[in-house]
C-alpha cells in the first residue's frame, strides 16, 4: 500500500517537473523581451514563468483527480526551482528564505490579479502593473494580455492527461492574437 502511496507522490512529482519545464521553456520565448520588452531581469523571468504556472495551475485545479493535486506540486515545482536559482546566484540561506518569501507573496498577488482579470483590458493592466512595474497602461501590455488570455484558454482546453504528460499545448503565436 505504502508503495503504491509512495509511487503516485512520485509520478506527479515527476509530472510537475516535466509541466514546469515545458512552461519554463514557454515563457522563455525571445519575443516576450524583444518585442514586448519584458524586462529581461530575474524579476522580470520570475513574472513570465509565473503567468505560465498561473495558467497551467487554474486549468489543473478546475479538473479532476489527479489534476489538483499536480496544480500543487507545479506551484512547489517552480519555488524549488526559484530557490535553486537564488542559491546559484550566490545569495545565502537567510537571503534565500527572505527572497522565496517575497516570491511567494509576489505570486499570490499575481494570481489573484490575473484570476480578477475578466478582459483584455483588465489584464493588460495587470501585465502594466506586474510585469512592466507600471501604474499607467503600458502600449505592450495589450498584446502580452491577448497572449495572456490565449494561454490560459489552451490550457483549459486541453485534455488534462496531456498536462499530465507534460504536453501542454502550443504557446500561442504573435499572430494568434
Not at 2 to 15: N, S, T, V, Y
Not at 44 to 66: E, T, Y
Not at 130 to 150: C, H, K, M, W
Amino acid at each position: 500500500m505504502l508503495d503504491a502511496l509512495f509511487g503516485r507522490k512520485r509520478e506527479l512529482r515527476d509530472a510537475a517537473d516535466r509541466l514546469y519545464v515545458a512552461l519554463v521553456e514557454q515563457a522563455r520565448a525571445p519575443w516576450f523581451y524583444a518585442d514586448l520588452e519584458a524586462p529581461d531581469t530575474v524579476d522580470g523571468r520570475f513574472d513570465l514563468i509565473a503567468l505560465h504556472v498561473w495558467a497551467a495551475h487554474r486549468a489543473l485545479v478546475a479538473g479532476a483527480a489527479p489534476a489538483p493535486e499536480l496544480a500543487q506540486r507545479l506551484v512547489d515545482t517552480m519555488f524549488t526551482d526559484m530557490d535553486r536559482g537564488l542559491r546559484e546566484l550566490g545569495v545565502g540561506d537567510h537571503g534565500v528564505a527572505r527572497r522565496l518569501k517575497q516570491m511567494v507573496g509576489a505570486f499570490r498577488g499575481r494570481v489573484a490579479a490575473y484570476e480578477a482579470a475578466s478582459d483584455r483590458e483588465a489584464m493588460a493592466a495587470a501585465l502594466s502593473r506586474n510585469v512592466y512595474r507600471s501604474e499607467s497602461p503600458v502600449p505592450q501590455a495589450d498584446e502580452f494580455a491577448g497572449y495572456a488570455l490565449e494561454l490560459a484558454r489552451r490550457l483549459e482546453a486541453a485534455p488534462i492527461a496531456d498536462l499530465i504528460a507534460a504536453r501542454p499545448p502550443a504557446a500561442p503565436a504573435r499572430e494568434d492574437l
